[in-house]
Every structure is written in structure tokens, then in C-alpha cells.
């Protein structure tokens, strides 16, 4: 869905899934022009009281994508994390302090050293699921 998503973007050159960096693999590696992206990108069901938070589990491997993430933009590339949140209502999404304390530490860390976060909201049927808008982060 956010391959579909990215192809519709204008400005894009290069769309490459299953990127490499180091010692992870990222979802997508995107050229704009000069800028040379990695996007890592999350899917998000858990919800409480129109809230939507990540992980619902814990996820060592998460973690390490962050803390890679941090290293590429350190390292002169944009760096992004994709939240998809599998539903077209909620306040706005947070990390999952109760679930997974480092994961939510890692993500507010990326935050302050200018990973870009995003969180879009999908509408959601049995035949489909797209990308309806951008939904409010916070940490």
C-alpha cells in the first residue's frame, strides 16, 4: 500500500523496496532529486480511547531500525519512519511507553536528532485499505 502510495508522489525518481543500510534493511530507499531517502514504515492497530500507539508488542528489531535510521540522517541521508494506522478516525498516534519503554525512547530520540516521523490514517474495507491523511504525532 505505501509502495502505492510513494509511486504516486511527485518528484520521485527512484523507488527501491528492501533497502540496505549497514546492518539493517529499510522498506524503501527514495531518490527526490539530490535527496536520498530511507523509510522504515510500522503498521498500527492498537488502540485505546481513539489513541493509536506503537509497538503492541516488544520489538528489539524496531528498535535497531531506529537507532539506524539516526546513523543514516547523521550520515547525510533523510531519514523516515511510516506509521499506517489501519483505521480513519483517532486523536492522534504515540509511542507505546507500557509495552515497550526503549522502542518509545528510541522513537523521541530520532524525533530530537530530525528523523522525520509520520503517521497517516487509512480508510479501511474488506476489498481495500488506503492512505486517507496525515494523522497528528506526539511524543
Do not use: W
Request: proline share 4%; aromatic share 14%; hydrophobic share 35%.
Amino acid at each position: 500500500m505505501f509502495f502505492e502510495y510513494l509511486k504516486k508522489q511527485p518528484g520521485i525518481t527512484k523507488i527501491k523496496p528492501e533497502a540496505k543500510y549497514k546492518s539493517s534493511r529499510f522498506d524503501f530507499y527514495i531518490e527526490r532529486g539530490e535527496e536520498k531517502v530511507f523509510i522504515e514504515t510500522k503498521g498500527v492497530t492498537l488502540e485505546e480511547n481513539d489513541i493509536f500507539m506503537f509497538p503492541d508488542a516488544p520489538t528489539e528489531r524496531g528498535v535497531k531500525h531506529i537507532n539506524e535510521l539516526i546513523d543514516a540522517k547523521e550520515n547525510g541521508y533523510t531519514s523516515q519512519i511510516v506509521f499506517i494506522i489501519q483505521a480513519d478516525y483517532g486523536m492522534y498516534f504515540t509511542p507505546n511507553e507500557k509495552t515497550h519503554k526503549a522502542f518509545a525512547e528510541a522513537l523521541k530520540e530520532a524525533d530530537r536528532k530530525g528523523v522525520e516521523i509520520y503517521c497517516f490514517c487509512c480508510y479501511v474495507n474488506e476489498d481495500e485499505i488506503l492512505i486517507k491523511g496525515k494523522m497528528e504525532y506526539r511524543v
